[in-house]
Protein backbone atom coordinates (compact mmCIF):
# COMPACT_ATOMS: atom_id res chain seq x y z
CA UNK A 1 0.00 0.00 0.00
CA UNK A 2 2.16 2.85 -0.77
CA UNK A 3 1.39 6.15 0.05
CA UNK A 4 0.80 8.00 -2.74
CA UNK A 5 -2.00 5.36 -3.75
CA UNK A 6 -5.73 6.41 -3.57
CA UNK A 7 -5.94 3.07 -1.40
CA UNK A 8 -3.67 4.64 1.33
CA UNK A 9 -6.27 7.82 1.09
CA UNK A 10 -8.86 6.02 1.73
CA UNK A 11 -7.50 3.45 4.19
CA UNK A 12 -6.01 6.42 5.89
CA UNK A 13 -9.67 8.65 5.93
CA UNK A 14 -10.74 5.39 7.81
CA UNK A 15 -8.24 4.93 10.47
CA UNK A 16 -8.20 8.96 11.58
CA UNK A 17 -11.98 8.25 11.88
CA UNK A 18 -11.56 5.16 13.80
CA UNK A 19 -8.69 7.06 15.93
CA UNK A 20 -10.79 10.47 16.40
CA UNK A 21 -14.22 8.38 17.71
CA UNK A 22 -11.98 5.66 19.91
CA UNK A 23 -10.72 6.81 24.05
CA UNK A 24 -7.47 7.94 24.37
CA UNK A 25 -6.07 5.10 26.28
CA UNK A 26 -7.65 3.10 22.86
CA UNK A 27 -5.86 4.91 20.27
CA UNK A 28 -2.41 3.19 19.84
CA UNK A 29 -4.45 -0.06 19.89
CA UNK A 30 -6.24 1.41 17.00
CA UNK A 31 -3.16 2.45 15.27
CA UNK A 32 -1.60 -0.72 16.03
CA UNK A 33 -4.30 -3.14 14.21
CA UNK A 34 -4.27 -0.35 11.48
CA UNK A 35 0.04 -0.98 11.37
CA UNK A 36 -1.06 -4.53 11.20
CA UNK A 37 -3.41 -4.48 7.90
CA UNK A 38 -1.24 -1.57 6.58
CA UNK A 39 1.62 -3.93 6.30
CA UNK A 40 -0.78 -7.40 5.75
CA UNK A 41 -2.03 -5.69 2.53
CA UNK A 42 1.91 -6.35 1.12
CA UNK A 43 2.67 -9.70 3.02
CA UNK A 44 1.45 -11.56 5.77
CA UNK A 45 3.82 -13.90 5.99
CA UNK A 46 6.16 -11.27 6.29
CA UNK A 47 3.67 -9.35 9.12
CA UNK A 48 4.32 -12.83 10.89
CA UNK A 49 8.00 -12.68 10.82
CA UNK A 50 8.21 -9.00 12.48
CA UNK A 51 5.90 -10.13 15.04
CA UNK A 52 8.40 -13.22 15.54
CA UNK A 53 11.67 -11.49 15.65
CA UNK A 54 9.79 -8.68 17.86
CA UNK A 55 8.83 -11.38 20.34
CA UNK A 56 12.46 -11.98 20.69
CA UNK A 57 13.59 -8.64 20.90
CA UNK A 58 10.89 -8.05 23.81
CA UNK A 59 12.22 -11.02 25.47
CA UNK A 60 15.36 -10.37 25.60
CA UNK A 61 14.84 -6.83 26.67
CA UNK A 62 13.03 -8.26 29.82
CA UNK A 63 15.82 -10.86 30.45
CA UNK A 64 18.57 -7.77 30.00
CA UNK A 65 16.62 -5.47 32.56
CA UNK A 66 16.23 -8.42 35.22
CA UNK A 67 18.75 -10.15 35.39
CA UNK A 68 21.98 -9.08 37.10
CA UNK A 69 24.40 -10.97 35.76
CA UNK A 70 26.77 -8.91 32.97
CA UNK A 71 27.56 -12.36 31.29
CA UNK A 72 24.20 -13.21 31.29
CA UNK A 73 23.14 -9.91 30.01
CA UNK A 74 25.39 -9.82 27.24
CA UNK A 75 24.43 -13.10 25.73
CA UNK A 76 20.40 -11.75 26.09
CA UNK A 77 21.59 -8.60 23.61
CA UNK A 78 23.50 -10.64 21.59
CA UNK A 79 20.87 -13.24 20.71
CA UNK A 80 18.47 -10.10 19.63
CA UNK A 81 21.30 -8.61 17.74
CA UNK A 82 22.15 -11.84 15.72
CA UNK A 83 18.10 -12.62 15.27
CA UNK A 84 17.73 -9.61 13.94
CA UNK A 85 21.14 -9.79 11.68
CA UNK A 86 20.61 -13.37 10.68
CA UNK A 87 16.81 -12.46 9.28
CA UNK A 88 18.06 -9.23 7.45
CA UNK A 89 21.42 -11.34 6.14
CA UNK A 90 19.34 -14.19 4.42
CA UNK A 91 16.77 -11.80 3.12
CA UNK A 92 18.59 -8.84 1.82
CA UNK A 93 22.08 -10.27 1.47
CA UNK A 94 22.29 -14.16 0.86
CA UNK A 95 21.52 -14.08 -2.74
CA UNK A 96 24.34 -11.09 -3.55
CA UNK A 97 26.80 -13.34 -1.69
CA UNK A 98 25.35 -16.31 -3.48
CA UNK A 99 25.79 -14.48 -6.80
CA UNK A 100 29.02 -13.09 -6.42
CA UNK A 101 30.46 -17.10 -4.93
CA UNK A 102 29.47 -18.45 -8.13
CA UNK A 103 30.64 -16.01 -10.30
CA UNK A 104 34.57 -16.06 -8.88
CA UNK A 105 34.08 -19.95 -8.46
CA UNK A 106 33.39 -19.28 -12.31
CA UNK A 107 36.84 -16.71 -12.85
CA UNK A 108 38.95 -19.53 -10.91
CA UNK A 109 37.03 -22.67 -12.82
CA UNK A 110 36.30 -24.25 -9.99
CA UNK A 111 32.86 -26.20 -9.90
CA UNK A 112 30.20 -25.25 -6.57
CA UNK A 113 27.23 -26.61 -5.92
CA UNK A 114 25.66 -23.82 -4.88
CA UNK A 115 22.93 -21.64 -6.44
CA UNK A 116 23.29 -18.81 -8.08
CA UNK A 117 20.13 -17.29 -6.14
CA UNK A 118 16.88 -18.35 -4.51
CA UNK A 119 13.77 -17.71 -5.01
CA UNK A 120 12.28 -15.16 -2.42
CA UNK A 121 11.33 -11.41 -2.12
CA UNK A 122 12.83 -9.04 0.29
CA UNK A 123 10.34 -7.65 2.91
CA UNK A 124 9.54 -4.07 2.96
CA UNK A 125 11.60 -1.77 5.19
CA UNK A 126 13.60 -4.73 6.28
CA UNK A 127 16.52 -2.77 7.11
CA UNK A 128 15.11 0.15 9.18
CA UNK A 129 12.67 -2.19 11.65
CA UNK A 130 15.96 -4.01 12.31
CA UNK A 131 17.99 -1.13 13.12
CA UNK A 132 14.82 -0.04 15.25
CA UNK A 133 15.13 -3.09 16.78
CA UNK A 134 18.91 -3.73 17.35
CA UNK A 135 18.99 0.49 19.25
CA UNK A 136 16.32 -0.41 21.27
CA UNK A 137 18.11 -3.80 22.84
CA UNK A 138 21.16 -2.17 22.98
CA UNK A 139 19.76 1.31 24.49
CA UNK A 140 18.19 -1.26 26.96
CA UNK A 141 21.50 -2.60 27.77
CA UNK A 142 23.16 0.78 28.61
CA UNK A 143 20.65 1.33 30.92
CA UNK A 144 19.42 4.50 28.54
CA UNK A 145 15.74 3.24 28.62
CA UNK A 146 13.53 0.88 30.42
CA UNK A 147 12.61 -2.12 28.40
CA UNK A 148 8.95 -1.97 26.89
CA UNK A 149 5.99 -2.61 29.90
CA UNK A 150 4.26 -4.78 27.88
CA UNK A 151 4.59 -6.68 23.99
CA UNK A 152 1.44 -4.60 22.45
CA UNK A 153 3.76 -1.19 23.51
CA UNK A 154 7.02 -2.83 22.49
CA UNK A 155 5.28 -4.15 19.10
CA UNK A 156 3.49 -0.29 18.48
CA UNK A 157 7.17 1.05 17.99
CA UNK A 158 8.37 -1.05 15.19
CA UNK A 159 4.82 -1.10 13.33
CA UNK A 160 4.00 2.00 14.09
CA UNK A 161 2.82 2.63 9.70
CA UNK A 162 3.75 6.21 8.88
CA UNK A 163 7.58 5.43 9.73
CA UNK A 164 7.46 1.31 9.17
CA UNK A 165 8.93 1.14 5.65
CA UNK A 166 11.30 3.83 5.16
CA UNK A 167 11.81 5.59 8.38
CA UNK A 168 12.64 7.79 9.64
CA UNK A 169 14.87 5.69 12.25
CA UNK A 170 13.59 6.77 15.39
CA UNK A 171 14.57 5.52 18.95
CA UNK A 172 12.09 3.73 21.27
CA UNK A 173 12.72 6.81 23.76
CA UNK A 174 12.05 8.46 21.23
CA UNK A 175 8.49 7.69 20.88
CA UNK A 176 7.35 6.25 23.94
CA UNK A 177 6.20 8.93 25.62
CA UNK A 178 3.78 10.02 23.23
CA UNK A 179 1.68 7.27 23.01
CA UNK A 180 2.66 4.99 26.06
CA UNK A 181 -0.28 6.55 28.30
CA UNK A 182 -2.94 7.08 25.47
CA UNK A 183 -3.00 9.39 22.84
CA UNK A 184 -4.96 12.74 22.63
CA UNK A 185 -6.17 14.33 20.18
CA UNK A 186 -4.24 16.59 17.87
CA UNK A 187 -4.44 20.25 17.86
CA UNK A 188 -5.40 21.74 15.21
CA UNK A 189 -2.14 23.76 14.38
CA UNK A 190 -0.59 19.82 14.05
CA UNK A 191 -3.45 18.81 11.76
CA UNK A 192 -2.79 21.78 9.39
CA UNK A 193 0.90 21.21 9.75
CA UNK A 194 0.39 17.38 9.49
CA UNK A 195 -1.93 18.34 6.20
CA UNK A 196 1.01 20.79 4.86
CA UNK A 197 3.86 18.33 5.04
CA UNK A 198 1.19 15.49 3.53
CA UNK A 199 1.02 18.07 -0.15
CA UNK A 200 4.28 18.65 -0.14
CA UNK A 201 5.45 15.57 0.34
CA UNK A 202 3.04 14.24 -3.07
CA UNK A 203 4.93 17.16 -4.44
CA UNK A 204 8.34 16.94 -4.04
CA UNK A 205 7.09 12.67 -4.83
CA UNK A 206 4.97 13.06 -7.95
CA UNK A 207 5.57 16.34 -9.41
CA UNK A 208 9.86 16.66 -8.89
CA UNK A 209 11.25 13.32 -8.32
CA UNK A 210 9.23 10.77 -10.77
CA UNK A 211 10.29 13.74 -13.44
CA UNK A 212 13.42 14.01 -13.14
CA UNK A 213 13.80 9.81 -13.89
CA UNK A 214 13.29 10.47 -17.37
CA UNK A 215 16.38 11.84 -17.79
CA UNK A 216 17.96 9.27 -15.96
CA UNK A 217 17.29 5.95 -17.22
CA UNK A 218 18.15 5.69 -20.39
CA UNK A 219 21.74 7.19 -19.77
CA UNK A 220 22.54 4.36 -17.13
CA UNK A 221 20.64 1.43 -19.27
CA UNK A 222 22.59 2.61 -22.51
CA UNK A 223 25.88 4.66 -21.49
CA UNK A 224 27.69 4.31 -24.62
CA UNK A 225 25.04 5.70 -26.62
CA UNK A 226 25.13 8.49 -23.94
CA UNK A 227 27.00 11.93 -24.80
CA UNK A 228 28.76 13.93 -21.82
CA UNK A 229 26.22 16.62 -20.84
CA UNK A 230 23.55 13.33 -21.39
CA UNK A 231 25.53 11.93 -18.39
CA UNK A 232 25.86 14.99 -16.78
CA UNK A 233 22.22 15.73 -16.69
CA UNK A 234 21.37 12.00 -15.90
CA UNK A 235 23.49 12.41 -12.61
CA UNK A 236 22.29 15.76 -10.77
CA UNK A 237 18.60 14.73 -12.28
CA UNK A 238 19.28 11.25 -10.51
CA UNK A 239 20.65 13.21 -7.16
CA UNK A 240 17.66 15.58 -7.45
CA UNK A 241 15.27 12.09 -7.91
CA UNK A 242 16.26 10.64 -5.01
CA UNK A 243 16.82 13.41 -2.59
CA UNK A 244 12.64 14.76 -3.27
CA UNK A 245 11.33 10.95 -3.58
CA UNK A 246 13.16 10.27 -0.23
CA UNK A 247 11.92 13.58 1.63
CA UNK A 248 8.46 13.14 -0.22
CA UNK A 249 8.22 10.32 1.97
CA UNK A 250 10.00 11.47 4.69
CA UNK A 251 7.15 14.53 4.65
CA UNK A 252 3.91 12.08 4.03
CA UNK A 253 5.43 10.03 7.29
CA UNK A 254 5.54 13.17 9.36
CA UNK A 255 2.37 14.76 8.30
CA UNK A 256 0.66 11.15 8.42
CA UNK A 257 1.87 11.38 12.04
CA UNK A 258 1.09 14.49 13.11
CA UNK A 259 -2.59 13.56 11.75
CA UNK A 260 -2.25 10.98 14.93
CA UNK A 261 -0.70 13.31 17.45
CA UNK A 262 2.46 11.29 17.05
CA UNK A 263 6.05 13.61 16.18
CA UNK A 264 8.76 11.89 14.29
CA UNK A 265 12.31 13.37 13.98
CA UNK A 266 13.30 15.85 11.03
CA UNK A 267 15.53 13.16 8.64
CA UNK A 268 16.88 16.03 6.46
CA UNK A 269 18.05 19.66 7.21
CA UNK A 270 18.62 21.34 3.61
CA UNK A 271 21.72 18.32 2.87
CA UNK A 272 22.92 20.38 -0.14
CA UNK A 273 23.91 23.61 2.11
CA UNK A 274 26.66 21.61 3.19
CA UNK A 275 30.05 23.13 2.64
CA UNK A 276 31.51 19.38 3.12
CA UNK A 277 30.78 15.66 3.10
CA UNK A 278 30.90 15.22 6.49
CA UNK A 279 28.35 18.34 7.57
CA UNK A 280 26.73 16.81 4.18
CA UNK A 281 26.40 13.07 6.13
CA UNK A 282 24.69 15.65 9.26
CA UNK A 283 22.29 16.91 7.12
CA UNK A 284 21.21 13.76 5.07
CA UNK A 285 19.23 10.89 6.65
CA UNK A 286 20.12 12.25 9.42
CA UNK A 287 18.27 9.28 11.56
CA UNK A 288 20.43 6.72 9.80
CA UNK A 289 23.82 8.98 10.58
CA UNK A 290 22.96 9.14 14.29
CA UNK A 291 22.25 5.35 14.32
CA UNK A 292 25.61 4.63 12.89
CA UNK A 293 27.33 7.33 15.09
CA UNK A 294 25.74 6.08 18.12
CA UNK A 295 25.55 2.02 17.17
CA UNK A 296 28.61 1.57 15.13
CA UNK A 297 30.95 4.23 14.55
CA UNK A 298 31.59 5.01 18.63
CA UNK A 299 31.52 1.35 20.02
CA UNK A 300 34.19 0.91 16.88
CA UNK A 301 36.75 3.94 19.24
CA UNK A 302 35.22 7.08 17.00
CA UNK A 303 37.70 8.93 17.07
CA UNK A 304 39.76 8.44 20.99
CA UNK A 305 42.31 5.99 19.56
CA UNK A 306 44.58 8.13 17.34
CA UNK A 307 44.48 9.56 13.92
CA UNK A 308 45.02 5.91 12.33
CA UNK A 309 42.18 4.38 14.11
CA UNK A 310 40.01 7.02 13.70
CA UNK A 311 40.74 7.21 9.37
CA UNK A 312 40.14 3.29 9.23
CA UNK A 313 36.67 3.36 11.63
CA UNK A 314 35.76 5.65 9.27
CA UNK A 315 36.41 4.01 6.28
CA UNK A 316 34.99 1.18 7.78
CA UNK A 317 31.35 2.95 9.01
CA UNK A 318 30.73 4.51 5.62
CA UNK A 319 31.54 0.83 3.55
CA UNK A 320 28.84 -0.90 6.07
CA UNK A 321 26.88 2.57 5.18
CA UNK A 322 27.35 1.79 1.79
CA UNK A 323 26.77 -2.20 2.29
CA UNK A 324 23.60 -1.49 4.52
CA UNK A 325 21.24 0.53 1.17
CA UNK A 326 21.69 -2.40 -0.82
CA UNK A 327 23.29 -5.83 -1.40
CA UNK A 328 25.20 -5.07 -4.70
CA UNK A 329 28.77 -4.24 -5.61
CA UNK A 330 28.03 -0.67 -6.60
CA UNK A 331 26.40 0.54 -3.20
CA UNK A 332 29.39 -1.26 -1.33
CA UNK A 333 31.62 1.25 -4.30
CA UNK A 334 29.51 4.06 -3.06
CA UNK A 335 29.99 3.50 0.79
CA UNK A 336 34.20 3.12 -0.10
CA UNK A 337 33.95 6.24 -2.19
CA UNK A 338 32.23 7.99 0.62
CA UNK A 339 34.31 6.54 3.08
CA UNK A 340 37.60 7.87 1.27
CA UNK A 341 36.39 11.23 1.12
CA UNK A 342 35.78 11.74 4.47
CA UNK A 343 39.03 10.18 5.64
CA UNK A 344 40.66 12.83 3.26
CA UNK A 345 38.45 15.31 4.80
CA UNK A 346 39.28 14.29 8.24
CA UNK A 347 43.07 14.66 7.30
CA UNK A 348 42.84 18.07 5.86
CA UNK A 349 41.22 19.91 9.00
CA UNK A 350 43.91 18.08 10.76
CA UNK A 351 46.22 19.77 8.69
CA UNK A 352 44.18 23.24 8.25
CA UNK A 353 45.33 25.54 11.13
CA UNK A 354 49.14 24.55 10.04
CA UNK A 355 48.70 25.35 6.83
CA UNK A 356 46.44 28.81 6.92
CA UNK A 357 47.52 29.61 10.74
CA UNK A 358 45.27 33.03 11.56
CA UNK A 359 44.06 33.44 8.35
CA UNK A 360 42.05 29.95 8.46
CA UNK A 361 39.13 31.98 10.24
CA UNK A 362 38.91 34.40 7.54
CA UNK A 363 38.67 31.97 4.87
CA UNK A 364 36.09 29.99 7.00
CA UNK A 365 34.05 32.99 6.97
CA UNK A 366 34.37 34.05 3.80
CA UNK A 367 30.96 33.93 1.18
CA UNK A 368 33.03 33.41 -1.78
CA UNK A 369 34.94 30.24 -0.33
CA UNK A 370 31.28 29.11 1.22
CA UNK A 371 29.52 29.09 -1.68
CA UNK A 372 32.80 27.52 -4.01
CA UNK A 373 32.60 24.95 -0.95
CA UNK A 374 29.06 24.17 -1.18
CA UNK A 375 29.44 23.50 -4.69
CA UNK A 376 32.21 21.48 -4.80
CA UNK A 377 30.77 19.58 -2.37
CA UNK A 378 27.66 18.77 -4.23
CA UNK A 379 30.05 17.84 -7.10
CA UNK A 380 31.89 15.43 -5.21
CA UNK A 381 28.31 14.20 -4.07
CA UNK A 382 27.02 13.74 -7.37
CA UNK A 383 30.04 11.77 -8.65
CA UNK A 384 29.35 9.35 -6.19
CA UNK A 385 26.13 8.87 -6.59
CA UNK A 386 26.77 7.35 -10.28
CA UNK A 387 27.57 4.31 -8.24
CA UNK A 388 24.89 4.80 -6.15
CA UNK A 389 22.39 4.14 -9.50
CA UNK A 390 24.39 2.54 -11.88
CA UNK A 391 23.37 -1.36 -11.90
CA UNK A 392 26.85 -2.62 -12.28
CA UNK A 393 30.39 -1.38 -11.54
CA UNK A 394 31.50 -1.16 -15.46
CA UNK A 395 27.97 0.95 -16.25
CA UNK A 396 29.45 3.00 -13.66
CA UNK A 397 33.02 3.01 -15.06
CA UNK A 398 31.32 4.09 -18.05
CA UNK A 399 29.48 7.09 -17.33
CA UNK A 400 32.16 8.08 -15.18
CA UNK A 401 33.93 8.53 -18.59
CA UNK A 402 31.63 10.24 -20.66
CA UNK A 403 31.59 12.87 -17.55
CA UNK A 404 35.49 13.48 -18.20
CA UNK A 405 35.74 13.45 -21.93
CA UNK A 406 36.01 17.11 -22.79
CA UNK A 407 36.33 16.23 -26.65
CA UNK A 408 32.88 15.34 -26.69
CA UNK A 409 31.90 18.27 -24.11
CA UNK A 410 33.02 20.13 -26.61
CA UNK A 411 31.68 18.70 -29.44
CA UNK A 412 28.19 18.93 -27.93
CA UNK A 413 28.58 22.28 -27.09
CA UNK A 414 29.53 23.46 -30.60
CA UNK A 415 26.25 22.05 -31.91
CA UNK A 416 24.11 23.51 -29.28
CA UNK A 417 25.69 26.85 -30.74
CA UNK A 418 25.10 26.10 -34.32
CA UNK A 419 21.47 25.02 -33.60
CA UNK A 420 20.42 26.85 -30.87
CA UNK A 421 18.91 24.22 -29.12
CA UNK A 422 19.90 24.32 -25.64
CA UNK A 423 17.01 21.98 -23.90
CA UNK A 424 19.96 19.65 -21.94
CA UNK A 425 21.77 22.35 -20.62
CA UNK A 426 18.39 23.99 -18.93
CA UNK A 427 17.41 20.79 -17.76
CA UNK A 428 21.21 20.35 -17.04
CA UNK A 429 20.68 23.98 -14.75
CA UNK A 430 17.03 22.94 -13.36
CA UNK A 431 18.33 19.87 -11.87
CA UNK A 432 21.16 21.26 -10.04
CA UNK A 433 19.51 24.37 -9.11
CA UNK A 434 16.72 22.16 -7.38
CA UNK A 435 18.99 20.99 -5.03
CA UNK A 436 21.62 23.82 -4.51
CA UNK A 437 18.36 26.30 -4.49
CA UNK A 438 16.98 24.89 -1.58
CA UNK A 439 17.74 27.36 1.26
CA UNK A 440 16.55 30.18 -1.48
CA UNK A 441 12.90 28.25 -2.26
CA UNK A 442 12.35 27.43 1.68
CA UNK A 443 12.90 30.85 2.53
CA UNK A 444 10.65 32.22 0.06
CA UNK A 445 8.10 29.46 0.44
CA UNK A 446 7.99 30.40 4.50
CA UNK A 447 7.88 33.93 3.78
CA UNK A 448 5.60 34.81 0.64
CA UNK A 449 2.97 31.70 1.34
CA UNK A 450 2.84 30.63 4.66
CA UNK A 451 1.36 33.93 6.01
CA UNK A 452 -1.39 34.01 3.04
CA UNK A 453 -4.87 32.96 4.27
CA UNK A 454 -6.83 29.53 4.39
CA UNK A 455 -8.66 31.01 1.32
CA UNK A 456 -5.48 30.98 -0.81
CA UNK A 457 -3.77 28.29 1.04
CA UNK A 458 -6.87 25.63 0.43
CA UNK A 459 -7.25 26.10 -3.14
CA UNK A 460 -3.68 26.28 -4.02
CA UNK A 461 -3.27 22.43 -2.11
CA UNK A 462 -6.49 21.25 -3.81
CA UNK A 463 -4.53 22.41 -7.11
CA UNK A 464 -1.35 20.92 -6.03
CA UNK A 465 -3.19 17.41 -5.65
CA UNK A 466 -5.48 17.06 -8.10
CA UNK A 467 -2.08 17.70 -10.57
CA UNK A 468 -0.32 14.97 -8.32
CA UNK A 469 -3.59 12.84 -8.92
CA UNK A 470 -3.60 12.99 -12.53
CA UNK A 471 0.34 12.72 -12.90
CA UNK A 472 0.44 9.77 -10.98
CA UNK A 473 -2.59 7.89 -12.49
CA UNK A 474 -0.31 7.19 -15.60
CA UNK A 475 3.17 6.64 -14.70
CA UNK A 476 3.08 5.79 -10.81
CA UNK A 477 6.16 4.64 -9.16
CA UNK A 478 7.25 3.26 -6.27
CA UNK A 479 9.55 4.95 -3.61
CA UNK A 480 13.20 4.27 -4.45
CA UNK A 481 13.55 3.57 -0.54
CA UNK A 482 11.46 0.31 -0.89
CA UNK A 483 13.90 -1.35 -2.50
CA UNK A 484 16.25 -1.06 0.91
Known amino acids: MSFISSTFLIFLCIVWLCFSLAPTKARAAVLTIA ?24 LCSKYIHATQSQTK ?3 A ?12 GCFKYLNFILGSATAFAQIIHFQTALPPHLAFVLPLGISFYTFEAISYVVDVYRGKTPPAQNFWQYNFYIMYFPHLISGPIIRYSEL ?3 YSTGIEKPSSERLRKGLELIVLGFAFKVLIADRCGAGVDPVFASPLNAGTLASYLAAAAFRAQLYFDFLGYTHIARGVSLLFNIELPLNFDQPFSATNMSNFWERWHISLGRWIRDYIYRPLGGSRHGLART ?9 LAGAWHG ?15 LVAYYCYTKIRPRLLGAWESKLLDNSLYRNASIFFTYAVGTLGIVLFRAPNIPTAMLVWHNLVNLSVLKAELGQMLITNQFDILFSLALAVFLCLGGEFVTRMYQARFQPLSLAVKIPAAAAACLLCWILNATAAQQFIYFQF
Open 35 to 58: SYLFYGSWSVPFLLMILATTTVDY
Open 73 to 75: RRI
Open 77 to 88: VTVAIAVNLLVL
Open 176 to 178: RDQ
Open 311 to 319: LLTIFVVFA
Open 327 to 341: AGWTYIAWGVFHGCI
